[in-house]
């Protein structure tokens, strides 16, 4: 089975300071992505990753950003946190399929979330 | 552009009745399609998916969709739930991306809730 493991399951943080969650998944997948979850907005894209160095931004990403330096790790900075990101957030992982340069996404494997508070 | 519109937030109901949970997408082209669960303070499981193939696609613990392309609907059923079945479930849709990896676009989740 996938696994995806986040390094947290609850994190509190104050505000201004210069936050890290990781993510590592054990099947070698090639794309992983970040999510923020809040009640009433469903999953909002974050940024996604689909090859070692390679970002892409989601839906939301101000003030985020990411790193992926080893295709198992894909690390979600806050830079300086703020109330308004305090959340439940979720990584996860997936295969890739396609040809020509065009590919879409094999089913997403999640990790069980962080759950972050911003005092 | 790509969208999931999930017609119902909260679905109410008693255990052992069936349910539907309803799932329209909009997409020009061909698509992946799946449904997610996620049960209180977890991440997102995946319960089924159809990515070609028979239009009715079913789960291991009793859930059942049918992909409706004149429809372009994805609704998610069971004859008979159980008060375990009570979660978020969210449908989604994959979408390409040229020259990238492709992602995901979720609907905004359904709530279901069984009761005794």
């Given at each position: 089975d996938v696994k995806v493991t986040q390094s947290s399951r609850y994190l509190v943080k104050r505000t201004g300071e210069k936050v890290f969650l990781e993510c590592v998944q054990d099947?070698?997948?090639?794309n992983m992505f970040w999510y923020r979850q809040d009640p009433g907005l469903g999953l909002r894209l974050i940024y996604f990753s689909y090859d070692v160095k390679m970002k892409e931004k989601g839906d939301i990403p101000e003030g985020y950003s990411v790193s992926r330096e080893k295709k198992e790790r894909f690390s979600l900075i806050l830079e300086s946190a703020s109330t308004n990101q305090t959340s439940m957030y979720l990584c996860a992982s997936s295969e890739r399929s396609g040809q020509g340069g065009s590919f879409r996404s094999q089913p997403q494997h999640f990790g069980d979330g962080t759950r972050l508070s911003i005092l | 552009a790509q969208s999931v519109t999930q017609l119902d937030s909260q679905v109410p109901v008693f255990e052992e009745a069936p349910v539907e949970l309803r799932c329209n997408y909009s997409s020009s082209v061909s698509v992946y399609l799946f449904w997610y669960v996620q049960y209180p303070n977890q991440g997102l499981q995946l319960l089924l998916k159809y990515?070609?193939?028979?239009t009715l696609v079913e789960s291991i613990n009793g859930f059942e969709a049918e992909f409706n392309k004149s429809q372009t609907s994805f609704h998610l059923r069971k004859p008979s739930v159980h008060i375990s079945d009570t979660a978020e479930y969210f449908c989604a849709v994959s979408v390409g991306i040229y020259n990238q990896g492709g992602k995901l676009i979720f609907g905004q989740g359904t709530e279901l809730s069984v009761k005794p």
């Amino acid at each position: 089975d996938v696994k995806v493991t986040q390094s947290s399951r609850y994190l509190v943080k104050r505000t201004g300071e210069k936050v890290f969650l990781e993510c590592v998944q054990d099947m070698d997948h090639e794309n992983m992505f970040w999510y923020r979850q809040d009640p009433g907005l469903g999953l909002r894209l974050i940024y996604f990753s689909y090859d070692v160095k390679m970002k892409e931004k989601g839906d939301i990403p101000e003030g985020y950003s990411v790193s992926r330096e080893k295709k198992e790790r894909f690390s979600l900075i806050l830079e300086s946190a703020s109330t308004n990101q305090t959340s439940m957030y979720l990584c996860a992982s997936s295969e890739r399929s396609g040809q020509g340069g065009s590919f879409r996404s094999q089913p997403q494997h999640f990790g069980d979330g962080t759950r972050l508070s911003i005092l | 552009a790509q969208s999931v519109t999930q017609l119902d937030s909260q679905v109410p109901v008693f255990e052992e009745a069936p349910v539907e949970l309803r799932c329209n997408y909009s997409s020009s082209v061909s698509v992946y399609l799946f449904w997610y669960v996620q049960y209180p303070n977890q991440g997102l499981q995946l319960l089924l998916k159809y990515l070609s193939g028979s239009t009715l696609v079913e789960s291991i613990n009793g859930f059942e969709a049918e992909f409706n392309k004149s429809q372009t609907s994805f609704h998610l059923r069971k004859p008979s739930v159980h008060i375990s079945d009570t979660a978020e479930y969210f449908c989604a849709v994959s979408v390409g991306i040229y020259n990238q990896g492709g992602k995901l676009i979720f609907g905004q989740g359904t709530e279901l809730s069984v009761k005794p």
